[in-house]
């Protein structure tokens, strides 16, 4: 990878007896850095850790991670925001990265230049000014690295994930407080944001939201419809039965769903895609996640090893054919999954790459019409605010969950990047009144739409979608299957209107709502009758 860094000329000698100044190994500089990583971390619990190494860091103590958190919380409250990490000082960023995998993610642009907003999307990274700010800040990385702990890495070395070639922003290893300090304070930096810090200890992976999805299903919870498939009962209250009498289903559209990937061993997203009711169109599967060791990350693939990808994409598009599975509520749409995450909490470095890379290309295929995100987190991620702004600056119609069901977030309103004004916040209800959030669902004023999901007089019946595998139905609930579901029926919008824009498909959706022209203060303008938009 050229990335037109300037680099020492010369090799530090330095104090720690387990480095050396000789000629070394790519592998031996893997080893360097795992031994640096792990005397940083260890240092979060053992001050003297530093001082026997004698490396040059601030004569402090990182703060803990219930200290970090509890200041989350205290923000949360007082911003009714999600957390941006703008709110911290110097020292509670290098902690946070102390305290998790040390990968920071830089926003940058050139010096004078303010907001960025509204011309991402037209960005060249490789423009001259554009090469020239994100240089002064990865030669500073690489230059202070080497000077201070002693060896000659290259930028390639401490940029797991390689260089972003579209978005203007840097993933990198920064191990040094006062680095950070400086770094914060360029003109040419937007953010610096510890890229892998969660709330919980490790979060590596959470497993939230993952699941067979398999269920003994309640006969009264589906409908058999033809030629041999089933509808969920909650497409009912979405009047989507009569929108499919009075629409194209969806035809010719593409939706494109950022989630865990869809299942290699669900034949209905994959060979039996093209179906009954639902020939002539196309499923593509794309994976921008990556794992491994953090030096060497590499992409693990499109496949859903969650579960909860694959119960989204049958949301959404499932085919009406045979076999007894649920239909999608567009079940002649085409459909683009991304396994941008492992799970549907956007906490990790991968996890926050792989959105953001998702993002990018999805908004580059001038096919997809509408981006469905079942996944978020209350802390806000720079670079996956820039991958939203630019999908929605190239006309993007970006859905996004309003909630996760974590313990630490239920209490929690509308998660990033639902919380962001270029998404389409969509939460989940129980049927009947008064109005009432699902048990696991998240509500608040930046709630745009709501899907009724989940029985009223039992809270494990919730919207009915396909399984990792076989021909079983499976329940699945939350804001996670409204949003899906939402998606769908927009593209039922879209499909019998392609000359429309974004911006008239979702005026559509908010004149069909049972609440407009009012807008409720939790629940937005309420829940989409979707035989009146299509019409």
């Known amino acids: 990878m050229n990335t037109d860094i300037r680099l020492p000329h010369r090799q530090v000698s330095f104090k720690p007896s387990f480095l050396t100044t000789k000629p070394i190994t790519t592998m031996k500089k893997n080893i360097l850095l795992a031994l640096l990583l792990i005397a940083l971390i260890a240092g979060s619990c053992n001050k003297q850790s530093f001082e026997e190494t004698d490396l040059q860091v601030p004569n402090t103590d990182p703060m803990t991670r219930t200290e970090i958190n509890d200041f989350v919380i205290q923000k949360l409250n007082e911003t009714n925001d999600v957390f941006h990490w703008d709110y911290a000082n110097d020292h509670m960023v290098w902690s946070a990265v102390v305290l998790s995998d040390s990968l920071v993610s830089i926003g940058y642009k050139p010096a004078g230049i303010d ?96 699941d067979s999805y398999d269920a003994n299903v309640n006969s009264n919870d589906y409908q058999n419809i033809s030629p041999t498939s089933r509808r969920s009962w909650h497409h009912l209250n979405a009047n989507v039965d009569d929108a499919w009498n009075n629409s194209s289903k969806g035809d010719n559209i593409w939706v494109a769903l950022i989630d865990t990937g869809v299942s290699k061993n669900q034949d209905k997203l994959n060979g039996e895609f093209s179906e009954g009711e639902s020939t002539s169109r196309s499923i593509q599967k794309y994976g921008f996640h990556k794992s491994g060791w953090w030096w060497n990350k590499k992409y693990d693939g499109w496949h859903d090893q969650c579960g909860h990808g694959t119960a989204m994409a049958g949301l959404i598009a499932a085919p009406r ?140 019946r919730t919207a009915v979608s396909l399984t990792l595998s076989g021909n079983d139905s499976g329940y699945v609930g939350g804001s996670s299957a409204a949003t899906a579901t939402m998606a769908g029926i927009a593209a039922l919008v879209w499909g019998d209107h392609s000359g429309w824009s974004r911006n008239q498909v979702l005026n559509e959706l908010k004149v069909s709502a049972d609440t407009y022209p009012s807008r409720s203060s939790n629940f937005g303008w309420g829940k989409v009758d979707a035989n009146a938009a299509v019409q």
């Open 115 to 210: 907001r960025i907003d509204d011309i991402i999307h037209q960005i060249d990274v490789n423009d001259d000014s554009w090469k020239a700010a994100r240089n002064k800040v990865l030669n500073y990385i690489v230059e202070e690295t080497n000077r201070k702990y002693g060896q000659a890495y290259t930028a390639e070395e401490l940029m797991p994930y390689g260089l972003q070639q579209t978005l203007p922003y840097i993933d990198i290893r920064l191990y040094d407080q006062e680095m950070i300090t400086a770094i914060r304070n360029m003109p040419e930096v937007r953010y610096l944001e510890p890229s892998g810090y969660s709330m919980e200890a490790v979060n590596f992976r959470s497993d939230s939201g993952c």
């Open 321 to 460: 054919g045979t076999d007894r599975t649920p239909a999608g509520v567009a079940y002649r749409a085409n459909l683009i999954s991304y396994r941008g995450t492992s799970d549907v909490i956007i906490n990790s470095s991968d996890e926050k790459n792989g959105v953001a890379e998702s993002l990018t290309h999805a908004a580059n295929q001038s096919k997809v019409k509408i981006i469905s995100m079942s996944i978020g987190d209350v802390f806000s991620s720079g670079k996956v605010e820039d991958a939203v702004k630019y999908a929605y600056n190239k006309g993007k119609l970006i859905f996004a969950a309003a909630g996760t069901s974590l313990t630490w977030t239920s209490w929690w309103g509308v998660i990033f990047p639902a919380s962001m004004s270029q998404t389409v916040a969509v939460t989940g209800i129980k049927t009947g009144s008064p109005r009432e959030k699902c048990s696991t669902c998240h509500d608040g004023d930046k709630v745009d739409f709501v899907v009724e999901m989940q029985r009223r007089s039992n809270n494990d």
